[in-house]
Nanobody, 116 residues
Framework: QGQVVESGGGLVQPGGSLRLSCAAS????????TAWYRQAPGKQRELVAR???????NYADSVQGRFSISRDNANSMVYLQMDSLKPEDTAVYYC??????????WGQGTQVTVSS
């Protein structure tokens, strides 16, 4: 059990889509930065998508135009819609919530595998 739990990962063919969900037991405020990261085998964890405290969205160049991050503050949910998936998107995807000073919360991750 944890304060942040991801779900929605799985196996998908190239060109397919997945929607990841992140359920948080901590509240999401307007000042909370919410993000998705991913880590492929042998590589560092990288930022995939982020919503800033000002509500702006940032994406890694590699996923720009294919992924979309959103959140539901009232229900403490964060989502990542992934379209046009590529084999190089294969990784464990992590949800992150960062508050100004009070905390930095990580889930345990959900595996996304894009097959041959």
């Amino acid at each position: 059990q944890g304060q942040v739990v991801e779900s929605g990962g799985g196996l998908v063919q190239p060109g397919g889509s997945l929607r990841l969900s992140c359920a948080a037991s901590v509240r999401i405020f307007s000042s909370t930065v919410t993000a998705w990261y991913r880590q492929a085998p042998g590589k560092q964890r990288e930022l995939v998508a982020r919503i800033t405290s000002g509500g702006h969205k940032n994406y890694a160049d590699s996923v720009q135009g294919r992924f979309s991050i959103s959140r539901d503050n009232a229900n403490s949910m964060v989502y990542l819609q992934m379209d046009s998936l590529k084999p190089e998107d294969t990784a464990v995807y992590y949800c992150n919530l960062k508050k100004g000073s009070s905390g930095d919360y990580w889930g345990q991750g959900t595996q996304v595998t894009v097959s041959s």
